[in-house]
């Protein structure tokens, strides 16, 4: 079945710096991925749609200079947490729509801690 | 935006019990996903459901929808311990934009 990778799976970091966040569709191609974060004990709350070669769009109350979403090729997207504070950690999760089969796959996420 | 409201919210059973939860959601819809999270992990995905589709199967799961109702449910039969987890029912609002719903915590007790 189809896989999306996400990269890294856990991350701690200071407070003010940045950390980048990937996302890759391994066997198919993905024109649009998406951005979810999840606090503890909640459900997925969607973030952002990544389109490839175009400029991300932002859910309603999602800061688009604070996460910073690159889609530069069909199977990598990149989320950039810029200047983190300890109220961004958080569980991130990705997932890719695939173009042919018009299915959607989820990373296995990556848990952001900034202390 | 969150479009799916699932209920219970936490449920607690005895292993070999019968397990339901239900989703439902407000607009108009291409597909449903029930996924499973074990408490600090990532997504499993169990059952993907069209909107033309009634009932699915997958070994111990079954999933029903009905559209007029914009509601699903998942059974879980004969539940294990290894069944506990948080569920999540995902709808695509028709645009392939999936939306979760707010969850089910299930124990299931040995």
């Known amino acids: 079945g189809a896989v999306v990778s996400q990269h890294p799976s856990w991350v701690i970091c200071k407070s003010g710096t940045s950390v980048k966040i990937e996302c890759r569709s391994l066997?198919?191609?993905?024109?649009?991925m998406f951005w979810y974060r999840q606090f503890p004990k909640q459900s997925l709350m969607l973030m952002a749609t990544s389109n490839e070669g175009s400029k991300a769009t932002y859910e309603q109350g999602v800061e688009k200079d604070k996460f910073l979403i690159n889609h530069a090729s069909l199977t990598l997207s990149t989320l950039t947490v810029t200047s983190a504070h300890p109220e961004d950690s958080s569980f991130y999760i990705c997932?890719?729509?695939?173009?042919?089969?018009?299915?959607?796959?989820f990373g296995a996420g990556t848990r952001l801690s900034v202390l | 935006s969150q479009q799916g409201e699932e209920d219970p919210q936490a449920l607690s059973i005895q292993e070999g019990e019968n397990a339901t939860m239900n989703c439902s959601y407000k607009?108009?819809?291409?597909?449903l996903q029930w996924y499973r999270q074990n408490s600090g992990r990532g997504l499993v995905h169990l059952i993907l459901i069209r909107s033309n589709e009634r009932e699915k199967h997958s070994g111990r799961l079954r999933v029903t929808l009905d559209t007029s109702k914009k509601s699903s449910s998942l059974l879980i039969t004969a539940s294990r311990a290894a069944d506990t987890a948080s569920y999540f029912c995902a709808t695509d609002e028709g645009t392939y934009k999936y939306i979760f719903g707010t969850g089910t915590r299930l124990k299931v007790l040995a």
């Open positions: 607009t108009s819809i291409n597909n």
């Open positions: 997932s890719a729509r695939d173009l042919v089969h018009v299915d959607q796959y």
């Open positions: 066997d198919f191609q993905a024109t649009t």
